[in-house]
Every structure is written in C-alpha cells, then in structure tokens.
C-alpha cells in the first residue's frame, strides 16, 4: 500500500458560469502607472517581473499615467478612436448581414478593438502582420484598403480578391501588411518568425509581427516559434492576444492558470510583458517598445494582450452555454472605447455630440461600401466566384488531368 494518497488529475475550470459571476481576481490587475519601463535594450531576463504584472495608463477616470503614457498628440488619438469605432460599427453591421445569409460566417473583435488599432499605428509600411480571424483592425485602420473589397471577401462575391478560396474574415493584403490568414491555428507564428530572419539575413529594416490567442499557445507552433526567435534574435513581435476563451474553452486550460502567458516568453529567454489591452494608450506605448528592440536588433518580444472576448467566438458559436452573459460589464478592464473616449473628453478634445456624430458617419460610410458591395453580389443571390476558377492560381501550366476535368463542367 502507498503511503500517498491516490493522484489525482487537476482540470482547470473558469471562475464563472452560466448565472453565475465570474471572480476576474485570478487576472491579478495592477493600478495604471504603477507599472516600470525599462529601457528597450533590457537583457530578457530582466523583464521577468513585467511578466507578471500589468502595463496600464489608462485610469479608471480617464486621465494618463506612468512611464509608459506615450505622450501622444490629441490628433492621433482621435484617429485611433475613430478608427476602433470603425471596427465596432463594422462588425455588427457584417453580424446581421451573416444572419441575412448574405455571407456564411463572421467573427467579431467586440471588446478587443484596441489591440489591432493601436499595434497597426505603431509598425510602419513595409512591417509584415501574420495576423489571426479577430485582428481586422489592423485593415480598418488604414486608409488604403478598400473597405467595399473586404466586404467582397466577406461575401465571396465576383469581386472577392480572394476568389472565395478562404472563409470570409481570412483576408489577405501583402500591400497592406496582412499575410494571408491561415484557418490552421497557430502556424502563422512560426511563419511570421521566419519572415522575421528573412528580413535579418537580408540586412532589411523590415520587422514581422505574430499573433496568436490564448488558446492556441497550446499548439507546439507556438513553443517552436518563441525558441527560433530567441536563438536567432529574430526582428519581431510575439503577440498573445488573451481575451479569457478559446470557443468555450476557458483560458486556464491552455496553461493561463496561476501563470501568465508573457511568463512563456521569458521562460524562453525573449524580453516580455503583460499589458492591458483594452488602453488605446499601454497598447501604443507597449507595441513601440518592442517595435523599437526588434528594429534596433535588440531581439524579439513576446506581449501579452490581456482583453475580453465579449461576443460569441464566431457566428457558429453561443456563449451563453458556458459563461455568464454579463462578464464583459463586469470586467475589470473595461471597454476600449469608452476608455479612450473618456480620456479625450477629459483633455477636451472629444464631446458626446462629436461621438453621436462620428457614429453616425461610420455607420453610412460602412452602409455605403456594404451597398457597393452587394452589387457584385453575395451568397443569397448565388453571385460567386466562377467554378473555372478553382483551376487556377496553383499551377503555371495545367497538368492535362486539371484541364480534362474543367472542360467536364463545361469550361
Ligand atoms: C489547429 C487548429 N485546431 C483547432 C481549430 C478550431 N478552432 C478555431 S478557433 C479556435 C479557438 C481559438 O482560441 P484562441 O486561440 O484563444 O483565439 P480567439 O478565438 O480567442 O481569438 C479553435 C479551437 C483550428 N482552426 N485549428
Ligand atoms: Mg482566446
């Protein structure tokens, strides 16, 4: 007989149930300001506090504080807060057209806004994003995408770019930053670190930016992905976007609990930090930083985006199955709008009729480029990418067998 009682496998479970508060005190939220900025040619080792702790400037009455308040000019910020409202206004008007059944599947950023936002106006033309389903942010924000051609995607109409070879949301603008999406999760991050030492070897000045969720961490992408960027000091960013859920997996179960998920990065030897992604501004101040290193050479960051997924995962899921619908009012960091919003006000460089305003005009540029776009069609008049061109974009010359079989379907 053993001396020790039988062992037992631990399964970690979220705090919160359907009807049943979430306790968020297991995200260990530090006051805005309190935490330190270190130089950005810190050895890695010494970021290991900032692992654990919570990079914010935002206060909860709206004013900045700390080393870490990126000093920005009101103009920019204005720009960031429309741009997240962009977003916002974007997405609910694509969740209904995906009830209309005009396109089959939609995936909302409600409640992550500002992390895309606020990273995309940090890097540079030329900087290469491998980003996941819920970074569209880094799109809307720029002025150069057409926002009638992502809508096309989104439709799978005659117009899609893509020719509906992806699932609406998997964008991809090479122009624009934004490596095609890949519905496999977890493989853009290894791939986006080679970019990076692809840049390197070239003697570029280029850097690449990875995003991953919570989630998926759990894949050995992201293991293999943290050790090559280490050991080659690879020129990029190593984004976790941890918005508490992966479907209705609850993050712990991917290895959150009583640990962090910036704590992997130093673990592996790259300089991290846990920040709040719900501050506009410790998102910017954040993604400079580690912009900075990797651009200067000084090596990769990992960063942890602490948010809260607030919709359901996609239009295929319904959370109200596995976690109290009122979490998001009662998360602890709040809503990244409202939060910039509140701090403009408080310079006096937003009002509440500019915010009614703003989203008036966001919501009939959106109608506009949504009614252009409808005009090419969509999945409820069947106006989609011609069969013949599944044939092509693979091969230079088509095998005989390819040819053979588009003249069957009549092509
Ligand atoms: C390799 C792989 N496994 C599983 C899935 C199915 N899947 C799609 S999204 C998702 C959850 C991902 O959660 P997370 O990484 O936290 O990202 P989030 O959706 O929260 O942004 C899963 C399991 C997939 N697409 N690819
Ligand atoms: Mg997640």
């Known amino acids: 007989m053993s001396k020790y009682p039988p062992l037992r496998l631990h399964i970690p479970e979220p705090s919160g ?30 970021t290991q506090d900032l692992a654990y702790q919570l990079v914010r400037v935002l206060d909860e009455d709206g004013s900045a504080k700390g080393p870490w308040d990126p000093q920005l000019a009101p103009d920019f910020m204005r720009r960031g807060l429309k741009a997240m409202m962009k977003v916002r206004v974007f997405d609910a008007r694509m969740l209904i057209a995906q009830r209309q059944k005009k396109l089959s599947f939609y995936m909302q950023a409600l409640g992550e806004e500002a992390i895309a936002v606020a990273h995309g106006m940090a890097l540079q033309q030329g900087d290469m994003n491998f980003p996941t389903y819920r970074q569209q942010g880094l799109l809307l924000s720029r002025d150069d995408v057409s926002m ?21 949301v998997m964008y991809s603008y090479k122009r624009a930053g934004f490596f095609s999406i890949s519905g496999n999760l977890a493989t853009q991050y290894i791939q986006a670190v080679g970019w990076a030492m692809a840049s390197a070897i070239k003697g570029d000045t280029k850097i690449a930016s990875a995003w991953i969720g919570d989630g998926s961490t759990a894949e050995s992408d992201f293991a293999t992905a943290l050790t090559f960027a280490h050991v080659y000091r690879a020129p990029v960013i190593l984004n976790v976007v941890n918005n508490q859920w992966a479907i209705s997996t609850f993050q712990a179960i991917a290895g959150g609990e009583h640990t962090t998920f910036a704590a992997r990065g130093v673990g592996s030897g790259i300089a991290s ?7 506009f501004l410790a998102v910017h ?16 960051t990992l960063i942890e985006w602490v948010t809260y997924r607030a919709g359901a995962h996609s239009t295929s899921d319904d959370p109200s199955k596995y976690r109290p619908g009122d979490d998001w009012e009662r998360f602890p960091l709040g809503d990244p709008i409202e939060r910039l919003r509140r701090h403009l006000s408080l310079l006096g460089h937003w009002s509440d009729e500019e915010h009614e305003a703003t989203l008036k005009a966001l919501e009939a540029e959106v109608i506009a480029a949504q009614r252009e776009a409808e005009r090419y069609g969509s ?22 067998h390819l040819r053979q079989q588009r003249q069957q379907l009549g092509y």
Not at 273 to 279: E, H, P, Q, Y
Not at 289 to 297: P, Q, S, T
Request: hydrophobic share 40%; net charge negative; glycine share 8%.
């Open 273 to 279: 930090l846990r920040v709040d992604g719900n501050d």
């Open 17 to 46: 149930r359907p009807g049943c508060a979430t306790d968020f005190s297991y995200l260990h939220i530090s006051p805005a300001g309190a935490t330190r900025r270190p130089d950005v040619d810190v050895l890695p080792v010494d």
């Open 148 to 168: 009638v051609e992502m809508i096309c995607q989104l439709l799978s109409n005659e117009k899609d770019p893509i020719q509906g070879r992806q699932l609406p």
């Open 285 to 300: 101040a954040a993604s400079l930083w580690a912009a900075e290193r990797a651009r200067r050479g000084l090596g990769p």
């Open 379 to 400: 999945l409820l008049d069947g106006h989609i990418p011609s069969v013949a061109s599944m044939f092509e974009g693979v091969y230079k010359d088509m095998p005989e």
